[in-house]
């Protein structure tokens, strides 16, 4: 699981911003949203241009450096203040046992990894800084290999390197460490349909639903979620386009729908590729932006029964609501800051009964 991130001179953030997930407080509902200590579901508030899609994107800046995809122009998202400081990039994983993995690296404006380490329950794995690089005994690199790392012009990231020169046992932290990274998901619902992690390429999304046989599972989603029941028309596995019959006429269903059943069938494909693809950790920005409030808290109680870590980010104060999230599991973020509400409120400690959406609206949460 993920414990912690930071990031440091990325877009609005020009000092240090760190997410911590490991702080969880001792409450006695929704208990199923910690995990191990851990904070393992929840929701991100803040204004617009507070940061809330910046963070997603800087946590996931790990994915394109282990899987070269997704490349980013980094002039375009260091802080433009100071674009002669790199991007510094920090995470904290706990792996099963309590096993904890501590891995940070810097990058420069043109994306070339300038500092790189890896600590193992405390143990200095390997280190880079300029023109130094050093391996713990676990890693025999000769000093003609090691003046080469840390010589390289194209700045070769130590820790693929090592997935790549040395056999690894499935258990062994490293490993576990890329399986995480590759289980990542970044993915919004807005009309521009980004996505970072597990998928490469153009996803035609009602190609999928066919081709799998989900068209009847897809049916039943809509239903569950939004209330909304289509006549589905059969369809050949060659088909590539799903049509539904409106007074026995066949017409394709995207022309017959809102953008919020649009938004939906990109959720239902999403679903359907994280449990294929048994992800590890999900953000989804902007998540409800087309949804109605009653849907938001439907499709919030459907993702947060996985087992894996779901955080999403949105304007929707109804979701604030201890029915079925906790103070420690609803973050604001602002002011180069983020914190849970839990921490933010002079009021002592929040309890079960505290009406949360009231009291942010009314402006008790402040981050400074």
Same mark, same amino acid.
């Given at each position: 699981m993920?414990?912690?991130?930071?990031?440091?001179?990325?877009?609005?953030f &020009?000092?240090?911003?760190?997410w911590d997930?490991? #702080? &969880?407080?001792e409450?006695?509902?929704?208990?199923?949203?910690?995990?191990?200590?851990?904070?393992k579901?929840?929701?991100?508030?803040?204004?617009?241009?507070?940061?809330?899609?910046?963070?997603g994107?800087?946590l996931?800046?790990?994915v394109?450096?282990?899987?070269?995809?997704?490349?980013?122009?980094y002039s375009?998202?260091?802080?433009?203040?100071?674009?002669? %400081?790199?991007?510094?990039?920090?995470?904290c994983?706990?792996?099963?046992?309590?096993?904890k993995?501590?891995?940070?690296?810097? $990058?420069?404006?043109?994306?070339?990894?300038?500092?790189?380490?890896?600590?193992? #329950?405390?143990?200095?794995?390997?280190t880079?800084?300029?023109?130094?690089?050093?391996?713990?005994?676990?890693?025999?690199?000769?000093?003609?290999?090691?003046?080469?790392?840390?010589e390289n012009?194209?700045?070769?990231?130590?820790?693929?390197?090592?997935?790549?020169?040395y056999?690894?046992s499935?258990?062994?932290?490293?490993?576990?460490?890329?399986?995480?990274i590759?289980?990542?998901?970044?993915?919004?619902?807005?009309?521009?349909?980004?996505y970072i992690?597990?998928?490469?390429?153009?996803v035609?999304?009602?190609?999928?639903?066919?081709k799998h046989g989900?068209?009847?599972?897809?049916?039943k989603?809509?239903?569950?979620?939004s209330?909304?029941?289509?006549?589905?028309t059969?369809?050949?596995?060659?088909?590539?386009?799903?049509?539904?019959?409106?007074?026995?006429?066949e017409?394709?269903f995207?022309?017959?729908? %809102?953008?919020?059943?649009?938004?939906?069938?990109?959720?239902?494909?999403?679903t359907?590729?994280?449990k294929?693809?048994?992800?590890?950790?999900?953000?989804i920005?902007e998540?409800?932006?087309?949804y109605?409030?009653d849907?938001s808290?439907?499709?919030?109680?459907?993702?947060?029964?996985?087992?894996? #870590?779901?955080?999403m980010?949105?304007?929707?104060?109804?979701?604030? %609501?201890?029915?079925?999230?906790r &103070?420690?599991?609803?973050?604001?973020?602002?002011?180069?800051?983020i914190?849970?509400?839990c921490?933010?409120?002079s009021?002592?400690?929040l309890?079960?009964?505290?009406?949360i959406? $009231?009291?942010?609206?009314?402006?008790?949460?402040?981050?400074?």
């Amino acid at each position: 699981m993920l414990s912690r991130f930071s990031v440091t001179n990325y877009m609005g953030f &020009p000092e240090k911003i760190t997410w911590d997930l490991s #702080q &969880p407080h001792e409450y006695a509902f929704n208990t199923n949203l910690i995990h191990n200590g851990i904070v393992k579901n929840g929701i991100i508030y803040g204004v617009n241009g507070s940061g809330k899609t910046s963070l997603g994107r800087a946590l996931f800046d790990i994915v394109s450096l282990v899987n070269n995809v997704n490349p980013t122009d980094y002039s375009k998202v260091i802080y433009q203040g100071a674009a002669d %400081s790199p991007i510094e990039f920090e995470y904290c994983f706990i792996f099963e046992g309590g096993k904890k993995i501590e891995y940070s690296y810097s $990058k420069n404006v043109q994306g070339l990894i300038i500092k790189e380490a890896l600590y193992y #329950q405390g143990q200095k794995i390997f280190t880079k800084d300029i023109n130094d690089v050093y391996f713990c005994n676990e890693f025999s690199v000769n000093p003609a290999m090691r003046r080469k790392l840390a010589e390289n012009a194209n700045a070769v990231s130590l820790l693929k390197f090592i997935f790549s020169s040395y056999p690894l046992s499935k258990n062994h932290y490293i490993q576990q460490l890329i399986d995480f990274i590759g289980s990542m998901l970044w993915f919004r619902c807005l009309d521009e349909r980004n996505y970072i992690g597990i998928d490469t390429g153009r996803v035609y999304i009602e190609d999928y639903i066919i081709k799998h046989g989900y068209l009847d599972e897809f049916a039943k989603f809509l239903k569950e979620e939004s209330g909304q029941v289509f006549d589905f028309t059969p369809t050949q596995n060659e088909d590539k386009v799903i049509t539904c019959k409106v007074n026995n006429n066949e017409v394709p269903f995207l022309s017959i729908i %809102s953008t919020g059943t649009t938004s939906l069938e990109l959720l239902f494909y999403w679903t359907k590729r994280m449990k294929e693809a048994s992800v590890k950790f999900v953000f989804i920005d902007e998540f409800d932006a087309f949804y109605h409030f009653d849907l938001s808290i439907n499709v919030c109680k459907t993702l947060f029964k996985e087992d894996f #870590q779901v955080f999403m980010s949105s304007h929707n104060t109804m979701l604030l %609501s201890n029915d079925f999230i906790r &103070p420690d599991c609803g973050f604001i973020i602002g002011n180069n800051k983020i914190d849970a509400i839990c921490n933010l409120t002079s009021r002592g400690e929040l309890r079960q009964g505290h009406n949360i959406e $009231k009291m942010y609206r009314a402006g008790s949460f402040d981050i400074k």
